[in-house]
């Protein structure tokens, strides 16, 4: 079963439409990172949360984690046809108190914007 | 900026084969892992190195090994090559190890 739950699969949006993308985990996590990625290329980088409350945008993009540290949304407002591809929540857990920073994928949310 | 830098793009093998692959973490990173990423799969993590140790292990085949050099670049070494090791693979690089983890562009092997 997978340890990080993303939530849709898949979005079809028109441009301009605002939409949102959730990630949950059973597990308290020590940075939750969201990342894009299109069919067959490196994962980009979008943001990383490690506070709860925590909140962080950019440009159009806007990324929270919730208080008790275990799920958070992923925020695009006005979609545009560029910001369609696959988008990943990967996490960071705590382990006795140490983490190495490996990241544990969720299984991405396909995202198609049509114009 | 620079980014990570992934050496070949692709690489095509016939089953029983090795092969080499490189990885250039952005200036400055200390900690490198990698990820093998199988078709319509997320990635799913290897290994990481931290200061030229190997820090951390995951899902890594004994066929496959890894290090971290001087200069902090890595190789991944796979051996006996099989039909199931096609996938991309990528390397990721931050600076310690609870930082921002920045993604290659990923090596695509595919396995004959």
């Known amino acids: 079963s997978q340890e990080l739950e993303q939530s849709p699969q898949s979005l079809i949006v028109q441009e301009g439409k605002n939409l949102t993308i959730n990630c949950t985990s059973s597990?308290?996590?020590?940075?939750l990172y969201w990342y894009k990625q299109k069919y067959g290329e490196g994962l980009i980088f979008l943001m990383m949360?490690?506070?709860?409350?925590e909140e962080k945008s950019h440009e159009k993009i806007t990324a929270k984690l919730d208080e008790k540290k275990q799920q958070s949304s992923l925020h695009i407002t006005a979609s545009q046809p560029s910001h369609a591809g696959i988008y990943l929540c990967?996490?960071?857990?705590?382990?006795?108190?140490?983490?190495?920073?490996?990241?544990?994928f969720g299984q991405g949310t396909i995202l198609t914007v049509h114009p | 900026a620079a980014g990570v830098i992934q050496s070949p793009r692709h690489l095509i093998k016939e089953k029983r084969e090795t092969a080499t692959l490189k990885c250039y973490p952005i200036p400055r990173h200390d900690t490198v892992y990698w990820y093998q990423q199988g078709p319509g799969q997320d990635p799913q993590f290897l290994i990481s190195f931290y200061e030229k140790m190997q820090s951390d292990k995951g899902s890594i085949p004994d066929r496959f090994s890894a290090q971290q050099f001087s200069d902090y670049h890595s190789e991944l070494n796979m051996s006996s090559l099989e039909l199931g090791d096609s996938a991309l693979y990528f390397c990721?690089?931050?600076?310690?190890?609870?930082?921002?983890?920045?993604f290659g562009p990923g090596t695509r092997l595919t396995v004959l």
């Open positions: 949360l490690q506070k709860g409350g």
């Open positions: 597990k308290t996590l020590y940075g």
């Open positions: 990967g996490a960071v857990k705590k382990k006795g108190g140490t983490s190495y920073g490996k990241l544990t």
């Open positions: 990721a690089s931050s600076l310690r190890t609870y930082n921002e983890q920045f």
